[in-house]
């Protein structure tokens, strides 16, 4: 059986997370325009392990970027190697 899920809300998609783990944690940006954007975050659980959720997360998400070659803003792709020197 396939539901679809754009006709269930946000919460309701968080709730039945929620039924399902005993932690969980959810950050979600939406866009429709230029001039505007929707953050939505949710938590459900213990707080402290919901943090170390979130921080193992940022962790894997910096991993991917480095995987990826992703360079960041003001990298222009030459290491300084001498930067500990001055």
């Known amino acids: ?15 039945e997370i929620a039924k399902r783990f005993d932690h969980s944690v959810l950050c979600a940006l939406s866009i429709p ?3 505007t954007q929707k953050i939505v975050r949710y938590k459900s659980g213990n707080s402290v392990t ?22 960041l803003p003001g990298d ?3 290491e300084d190697d001498d930067e500990d020197d001055a």
């Open 50 to 71: 919901c943090a170390g959720l979130a921080s193992n997360l940022e962790h894997y998400l910096h991993n991917c970027l480095i995987e990826e070659h992703v360079p």
């Open 33 to 35: 325009d230029e001039e």
């Open 76 to 78: 222009d792709g030459i």
């Open 1 to 15: 059986m396939s539901i679809d899920l754009e006709l269930v809300s946000t919460d309701d998609l968080w709730d």
